[in-house]
């Protein structure tokens, strides 16, 4: 790039800065380490740079991810409540299916509490979920947001008697990912998101009371 172009370009920045009063998006100057740091702090500046700034299309991949990350964290809880050690194929099988079991578990209580979350701010703020390119955006959000889960692995295998504890800390880590995303991606103030975000835990709780009524473990 040309010493010409950058100095268009800085003066384009300072333009814009003049004419809405406000400062261009920083985070497009930074490197992505510090963009990442800045997002794990849960800074609102870094959550809407990348939101509308960068082409991420991992959201998808990233959810599947997350999903699997719990569910062996749950495979895993549910093997050592269990004292069978048989090499039986039957009994492999069998643990192999609790795997499937507690993905399926994991990804219904997933759906569970994005449907809250959609339902209580379509019932908060109807405008602003008009459109199906809104949903899409905040679906993307959500799943971004919930980037925190893949802590869940390093939280199992470095087992200590503070695990529960990190697992508290790293699902407390991930709703304020949550309202955070739905607070830069709707514009919206803390006390609604928090009230989507409950409102998504109590129907997820819910679901899960209905499959501990079915008999199975979650």
């Known amino acids: ?6 100095g268009g370009l800085l003066l384009l920045k300072k333009d814009l800065q003049k004419s809405c009063q406000k400062p261009v998006d920083k985070y497009i100057e930074y490197d992505p380490v510090i963009i990442l740091i800045n997002a794990i702090l849960c800074k609102a500046q870094a959550y ?47 643990k192999e299916w609790d795997f499937y079991r507690m993905f399926g ?75 955070q995303a739905i607070r830069v991606t709707l514009n919206l103030n803390r006390m609604l998101s928090w009230l989507a975000i409950v409102f998504g835990l109590i129907l997820e709780n819910g679901v899960v009371c209905l499959v501990q009524k079915i008999g199975w473990d979650v």
């Open 1 to 6: 790039m040309s010493l010409q172009r950058i």
């Open 48 to 94: 809407r740079h990348i939101l509308f700034n960068t082409k991420i299309n991992i959201h998808g991949k990233l959810c599947v991810f997350c999903l699997l990350c719990e569910a062996y964290l749950r495979w895993l809880q549910l093997q050592d409540s269990s004292q069978n050690t048989d090499p039986d194929d039957l009994i492999r099988y069998a």
């Open 105 to 179: 578990i994991a990804s219904l209580e997933q759906t569970s509490f994005l449907v809250g979350i959609f339902i209580a701010l379509w019932w908060m703020r109807p405008e602003m979920l008009k459109t199906k390119s809104d949903f899409i955006l905040l679906l993307k959000a959500l799943l971004l947001s919930g980037y925190g889960k893949l802590l869940l692995i390093p939280a199992v295998i470095w087992e200590h008697d503070y695990t529960p504890l990190c697992l508290v800390f790293i699902k407390v880590f991930v709703l304020t990912s949550n309202s």
